[in-house]
């Protein structure tokens, strides 16, 4: 196994100024559970790197505080935490439902919100919601710092657009309005400890047969978790019906297909996303 030096950091400020002056040979690691499967595996990604950079008990960055018309949560703040959260629970249950499901209780306790972004597998289970919602990301760097919408940041599997010298800090959620019916599917191999096959979130808002508005974004599906906006846009005003969204949903599988192509993958869970969303569209309306 390769030897890296380790560098543990309880305050953002200095560990902002080490990945300053070493981020092109850095890495971070949070709750690890990530990190640790590449570390021991001696993953070929990790050649360059020299330093592991904890910030795991960064305090600053644990925080779920709702301030003005946004709810900001911190990068380092654990599955365990966001479940438990009362405003998480109360304004975006999508986001709840998804960290419930995601590995084990060993691995929420430990597992963070910004190490399943910043690793970025086409499976993390909080990006959809994220999405959904219209999230943000704060991005800071010892001079400077960005927010932009998360979507923004999402590259290709495994790469994010985050600078070397930067750290994600938290993630920015608009305060829905609470007339938003809702939905979270995860299918995986088994019930607990899995992987996601396909993920899906769901925000529909209704004004009698209508739709108002509808956003969704679906996890494992794409190269990455993604929203399809030109779809949302096309739905909006028009009338609920079963053949809309037996509609909607072959329209979303088209897009899978054109986006990844025929995989080994494709005849079982083309045909499985078309009737689960189907089901779960039909069952909000
Ligand atoms: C048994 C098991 C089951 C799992 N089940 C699921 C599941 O059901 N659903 C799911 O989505 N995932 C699952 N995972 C994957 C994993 O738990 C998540 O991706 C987790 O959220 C990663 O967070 P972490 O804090 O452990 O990240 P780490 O391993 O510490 O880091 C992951 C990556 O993010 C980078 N990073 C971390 N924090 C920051 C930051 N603030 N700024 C910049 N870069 C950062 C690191 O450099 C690294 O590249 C599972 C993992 C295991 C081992």
């Known amino acids: 196994m390769k030897k890296h030096s ?8 200095p560990a902002l100024e080490f990945m300053e002056k070493n981020g092109a040979q850095s890495k971070i690691i949070a709750g690890g559970t990530d990190m640790l499967v ?6 070929s ?3 360059p790197v020299k330093h592991i950079v904890d910030i795991h008990d960064i305090q ?6 709702i301030k003005g018309n946004v709810c900001r949560i911190g990068a380092c703040c654990t599955f365990k935490e966001i479940g438990i959260n009362e405003d998480v629970r109360s304004y975006y249950p999508v986001l709840k439902m998804a960290v419930d499901r995601i590995g084990s209780p060993q691995i929420r306790n430990v597992a963070t919100i910004g190490g399943n972004i910043c690793n970025l597998a086409a499976c ?3 990006i959809a919601p994220l999405l959904v919602y219209d999230a943000q990301v704060r991005l800071c760097s010892v001079g400077d710092e960005r927010i932009v919408p998360l979507e923004n940041i999402l590259i290709k599997p495994y790469k994010t657009d985050i600078h070397p010298d930067e750290m994600l800090t938290e993630i920015i959620l608009p305060i829905p309005d609470k007339d938003w019916k809702y939905c979270f599917y995860k299918l995986g191999r088994r019930s607990g400890v899995s992987i ?9 808002k209704t004004n009698k047969d209508k739709i108002e508005d509808i956003h969704f974004a679906f996890g494992a599906l794409f190269s990455v978790p993604k929203r ?8 909006r005003h028009q009338t609920i019906s079963a053949d809309l969204w037996k509609d909607v949903s072959r329209k979303v599988a088209q897009k899978i297909i054109e986006e990844t192509g025929i995989r080994w993958s ?9 009737q689960l969303f189907f089901t779960s569209l039909m069952d909000l309306t």
């Open 38 to 43: 590449d570390i021991r595996k001696g993953a």
């Open 196 to 204: 996601s096959r396909l993920s899906y979130a769901i925000l529909l």
């Open 45 to 47: 990604k990790l050649d």
């Open 124 to 126: 993390a289970d909080s």
């Open 266 to 274: 494709t005849p079982y869970k083309i045909p499985t996303l078309q």
């Open 6 to 13: 380790f560098h543990k950091f309880t305050e953002l400020r």
């Open 60 to 65: 600053e960055l644990r925080n779920i505080e």
């Open 228 to 235: 399809l906006l030109d779809l949302e846009q096309e739905l």
